[in-house]
């Protein structure tokens, strides 16, 4: 039977796999576009049920729960999206050396994760009334 | 639909038209959802959000998400699906965003013929 040479089959231990910043903002940038598309299911769900069933209105909807997670889980991953999409923008828009650094700086994802964070804390208070 | 004929050129510029687009439309809707009163009925939110100066920009918005989706669901599912069943998941999703868009349309008529 045949044996492959090396040492394999290898174990990637994904804990392990040290990425920088600006790929995690990568990946959390479609991460956020599959959290809104699935979002934006739930709210076209929300606006069949509101115009199939005629018992079932506005008013009586809009504090439950459910659609209050709705709002906060659309407005939060638009917000990272929107500020990370306009980060890929920029990087694609100024593409000589020094711009090009300056938008791929930890300094700038650090202040678009900052930005995102007072977001996310302004629409949970917003949403949830708090 | 095979894997070679899903251009990467074109999906890049209308994936970047569209993200330009929604860029510009997203705090616009921001500035919507926030002006809104809660209180509001569905009826009252129906004949607002139908008057030409939101309808307008979103139909256009609701356009260019779905081309934007498809472009961006693709590609998660062209990287991280097993190549086998690549195929097929892109195929779902082409269902799905079609289900999707009739379903809008079907909402957007009932919205704007009985309210």
């Known amino acids: 039977m045949y044996q492959h040479p090396g040492n394999r089959p290898v174990f990637l231990n994904l804990m392990k796999i040290r990425l920088p910043l600006n790929a995690w903002l990568s990946v959390s940038h479609r991460i956020s576009g599959l959290g809104l598309f699935i979002s934006l299911i739930g709210y076209l769900a929300l606006i069949n049920l509101l115009l199939l069933h005629p018992a079932v209105s506005l008013n009586s909807v809009q504090d439950h729960w459910i659609v209050l997670s709705l709002h906060t889980v659309l407005w939060i991953a638009l917000s990272f999206h929107w500020l990370s999409g306009l980060r890929h923008l920029l990087a694609e828009h100024f593409t000589s050396a020094t711009p090009y650094q300056v938008i791929n700086s930890k300094g700038v994802s650090q202040l678009l994760l900052l930005s995102w964070g007072m977001v996310s804390v302004f629409i949970i208070k917003l949403v949830w009334s708090l | ?115």
Request: zero cysteines.
């Open chain 2, 1 to 115: 639909m095979n894997l070679q004929s899903l251009s990467g050129k074109q999906a890049h510029i209308w994936q970047r038209l569209s993200a330009l687009y929604l860029l510009i439309y997203t705090p616009y809707l921001a500035w919507i959802s926030l002006s809104i009163s809660p209180q509001e009925s569905l009826p009252n939110l129906a004949a607002l959000l139908l008057s030409p100066i939101y309808l307008l920009p979103s139909l256009v918005a609701i356009l260019l998400i779905i081309v934007h989706s498809w472009i961006g669901l693709r590609d998660i599912i062209i990287d991280y699906t097993p190549r086998a069943h690549t195929i097929l998941w892109l195929w779902g999703l082409r269902w799905l965003l079609i289900v999707i868009s009739m379903n809008i349309v079907w909402v957007l008529f009932t919205l704007y013929f009985t309210h």
